[in-house]
């Protein structure tokens, strides 16, 4: 049943991706992405942004809005990464990811790609994700590609 509800979230995903990246398709579902509930559960009410702690929640959310194009490890191979114009981002490479600040991750996430200069396939998750969330998908990120912040 969990490989069906990724599938489905997947395909919804890409109804969303393409669509910004000048392709369509038709998808639905009923599934539920974590609430802000189960992935906050265990980080810190007064953590700074910066040391912001990577939960079980955190892995869930990463699965639902970033596996369908980033991968289920992170390695830009998600399913959805064939039909995208640009590549997804590699999160498991440091190379390119130790040239960037915490900062600079946290408003690709939010305001999406084209907010960084880069790419418009990545959507803007801030209307859906809020800031604490945010600050520890960072750090899974930091986990993913072994790296330090610029």
């Given at each position: ?33 974590p ?33 369908q ?45 084209l ?20 600050q520890?998908l ?13």
């Open positions: 049943m969990t490989n069906r509800k990724h599938l489905l979230a997947g395909i919804i995903l890409l109804t969303i991706l393409t669509t910004a990246c000048e392709q369509s398709k038709q998808a639905t579902s009923t599934v539920r992405p609430t802000k509930e189960e992935v906050t559960k265990t980080i810190p009410q007064n953590t700074q942004p910066e040391l912001a702690q990577v939960t079980e929640g955190t892995r869930q959310t990463y699965q639902w809005y970033c596996t194009c980033h991968g289920i490890k992170g390695k830009g191979d998600g399913i959805n990464a064939k039909f995208l114009t640009v590549p997804p981002r590699n999160h498991t490479k440091a190379q390119y990811l130790e040239t960037r600040t915490d900062e600079q991750l946290f408003q690709a996430i939010k305001f999406g790609g907010s960084v200069g880069r790419a418009p396939c990545m959507p803007a998750w801030g209307e859906t994700l809020d800031d604490d969330i945010i520890s960072v750090q899974y990120i930091r986990e993913l590609c072994q790296c330090e912040a610029l």
